[in-house]
């Protein structure tokens, strides 16, 4: 009688980070793969990384190549995880020799939403009085805001989305500018108040799409990422990178996009701002989605004849010398 032996089961790694909105997050992408690999166990590891642990300084003077991505980075390359999710706006646009972004999500709201203090319910961002204690991390929405409404006073918030909206229920901020898709990940719609529209404020690059990184030689993950791929986020994606990486900008540089994606065709927006919200230089390209990583350092090199490279350079100065 021959016995019959069982194949072993297929186990694939998952990197997160701790933060409740990374686990939802994961947890998300696990849900999506497992149902079209109903074979395979995904497995949640998670790690703190060096973003996670300091909170106590502004994102800006840390320095941010990396700081949501080093330690699930070595994790991949050291084999101790297979993938990891990260909120794709987190990501470097230059991934370490031996890594990949394999796929980008679908992308829920990606524009930021302003959350006020209960004694502000009546009123908008355009009709908050002089004086409003304005919360955000965010040198980009920060440059933005400033130069819109230079008569706000804008405060450093850091510290996971409850701790935030804990520091703006206790009265320490008038208001918080968030971004709308975490809110609304983390089930908490109701707090958005306003969504702030682009002609205020053009959102991060990536923000409110996953990206998921893995070995650039591991095919077989490769493979069984794209089931949960989205073109069109990717390609509205992967333009705002590439306009990002030519202008050389990390993650914590006044840089914002707007993409939008009509049949064929993307068109990109963009803008760089000095801190102070004084210098702002803004520009659009279209052309076809398939070449979108073309039409980002297109839109890059329009704005550095504007302006541009001064005014990241003036940034990149001002944060060596810790101001």
Request: negative net charge.
């Amino acid at each position: 009688m021959t016995s019959v032996v069982s194949s072993p089961v297929r186990t694939i790694r998952i990197g997160s980070r701790k933060s409740q909105l990374a686990l939802v997050q994961t947890y998300w992408v696990r849900e999506q793969l497992q149902k079209s690999f109903p074979d395979i166990t995904f497995e949640v590891h998670t790690m703190s990384t060096q973003g996670d642990k300091i909170l106590d300084v502004a994102l800006a003077k840390i320095g941010d190549k990396g700081l949501f991505t080093k330690e699930l980075e070595l994790g991949m390359l050291s084999q101790e995880i297979d993938f990891a999710v990260h909120s794709l706006k987190d990501l470097p646009t230059n991934l370490p020799e031996g890594l990949t972004l394999a796929v980008i999500t679908e992308r829920e709201n990606p524009a930021d939403a302003l959350v006020v203090h209960d004694k502000y319910k009546n009123k908008q961002l355009e009709t908050l009085p002089a004086g409003a204690v304005i919360g955000t991390s965010s040198l980009r929405r920060l440059a933005q805001l400033r130069h819109k409404f230079p008569h706000f006073t804008f405060k450093d918030v850091r510290g996971n989305l409850n701790t935030r909206l804990a520091k703006l229920d206790a009265g320490e901020y008038d208001a918080l500018i968030l971004a709308a898709a975490g809110l609304e990940r983390l089930g908490m719609s109701d707090r958005i108040h306003q969504i702030i529209p682009p002609e205020i404020s053009l959102h991060a690059v990536g923000q409110g799409a996953l990206g998921i990184e893995c070995r650039a030689d591991d095919q077989e993950i490769i493979t069984i990422l794209k089931a949960i791929e989205h073109p069109p986020t990717r390609d509205r994606c992967l333009a705002e990178r590439a306009f990002l990486r030519v202008l050389e900008g990390g993650c914590q540089v006044p840089i914002g996009v707007n993409t939008e994606i009509s049949g064929d065709n993307l068109t990109l927006t963009g803008i760089v701002a000095s801190v102070d919200g004084q210098k702002l230089v803004k520009d659009t390209v279209s052309g076809a989605a398939q070449e979108s990583e073309k039409l980002g350092a297109q839109l890059a090199e329009l704005l550095r004849e504007k302006g541009a490279q001064e005014i990241l350079e003036e940034i990149f100065t001002e944060i060596q010398r810790g101001s």
